[in-house]
């Protein structure tokens, strides 16, 4: 005679939880260090730390040519001037060379408030 197992099986199975979990860990793992804005460039140091930068500054970044940067993307100063004007409701953020020539930055923040943008940082990295 043949016994019947209809029981209800009411164990958790969590092999795909941790599947699940280990695919976003990557994910995240990998695009964080993409979510910092702006070209690498040697910054100023100072004592007070570094600048708070949030997702939706406008990074401008400067390198030690003299070169303008908006994110990652090399930008004349005329096309970055329009830009500007259709994003005034944000902050810009300067990055600047520490190589750069202060007549340079001067003229940028210049720029900057010229369209109407009063909210304005310069990015600094802290004394060690």
């Known amino acids: 005679m043949r016994k019947n197992n209809n029981?209800?099986?009411?164990?958790?199975?969590i092999t795909p939880l941790v599947d699940v979990m280990l695919v976003l860990l990557v994910?995240?793992?990998?695009?964080?260090?993409m979510l910092v804005?702006?070209?690498?460039?040697?910054?100023?140091?100072?004592k007070s730390g570094v600048t708070k930068i949030e997702k939706k500054d406008i990074i401008i970044s400067i390198d030690k040519n003299g070169r303008y940067y908006?994110?990652?993307?090399?930008i004349k100063l005329d096309a970055l001037k329009d830009y500007l004007?259709?994003?005034k409701n944000r902050t810009v953020i300067i990055k600047a060379d520490s190589m750069v020539n202060y007549g340079i930055v001067?003229?940028?923040?210049?720029?900057?408030?010229?369209?109407?943008?009063n909210r304005v940082g310069l990015a600094t990295q802290p004394k060690r």
């Open 7 to 13: 029981k209800t099986f009411s164990d958790i199975n």
């Open 27 to 33: 994910i995240f793992m990998v695009t964080t260090p």
């Open 37 to 46: 804005k702006g070209i690498k460039v040697n910054l100023p140091k100072t």
């Open 70 to 74: 908006l994110d990652k993307v090399p």
């Open 85 to 87: 004007k259709a994003h």
């Open 106 to 117: 001067v003229s940028l923040i210049d720029t900057v408030k010229s369209v109407g943008i």
